[in-house]
């Protein structure tokens, strides 16, 4: 006889609901609570840092992308009382999240010293052909380089205008997003189409063929073109017995 599977015993039930000590639940919450100041205390700082390289933004752009970054930090926004850094954006810097982006998008890919050399129009163009490039460039390598476009010119990006550089990347985006072209599959021989052409002129002639409808198919060079065709059935049978001898009997 099989003997029952043994069953938790009610001490040890009871002890797997023992409350947690007030003393833990209580730490926790101050090391919570401290860790959110410290988040806050962060935030805060960036926000200011932002706030005072504003009014040049030019010269200053790095700076701000840099506080922009410490503002995306885990936790930070929640610390804000900020849904997210969209939210940060929006309610602490009067500034579109989308410029937010572009600027901590920079300050993640250039270094310092090119970024400044270039500006933040430049910089952003430069990105934007770097992205648009079908290979995995690094921004250094682009801005020494000569493109070949789609269209055949070639880019100089060294040389180029900002404008230029923006118009080389929707060019490129455009190419790499237009459908490929369709490779040509079968078709028919022009010997194929004369003779098709050739027996719907004599098919003309005959009122039976009036309304049928018939197309050449390409089936390849061993095959041959065929002809489908729509046809009522008193003309098809008519068609099999004009073409089908019947099986002589003995």
Known sequence: MATPRS??????????????????????RTLHEARRQRLAAVGFDAI??????????SASFYDIGEALVALQGDGVADALGCE???????EHLDMSPTHAARLV??????????????GVDRASALMALVDATPDDDAPADILHATLALPSG???????ASTEALY??????RQAAAAPAKRSRGLTTSAAERSRF????????????????????????????????????????EAMVTAAVRPKKTR
């Open 7 to 28: 069953t938790r015993s009610s001490g040890a039930v009871a002890a797997s609901k023992k409350p947690i000590p007030k003393s833990l639940v209580a730490r926790a």
């Open 48 to 57: 200011a840092r932002v706030r005072e390289h504003r009014a040049d933004i």
């Open 84 to 90: 997210d850094f969209d939210a940060i954006c929006r």
């Open 105 to 118: 998008d920079l300050v993640g890919r250039l270094t310092r010293e090119l970024a400044l050399s270039l």
């Open 153 to 159: 010119k070639k880019l100089a990006v060294e040389k």
């Open 167 to 172: 118009a080389a990347a929707k060019e490129l």
């Open 197 to 236: 052409a050739a027996a719907m002129k004599r098919a003309a002639g005959d009122a039976r063929f009036e309304d049928v409808e018939a197309r050449l198919v390409a089936r390849g060079a061993k095959k041959g073109a065929a002809v489908r065709v729509d046809v009522p059935l008193e003309l098809w």
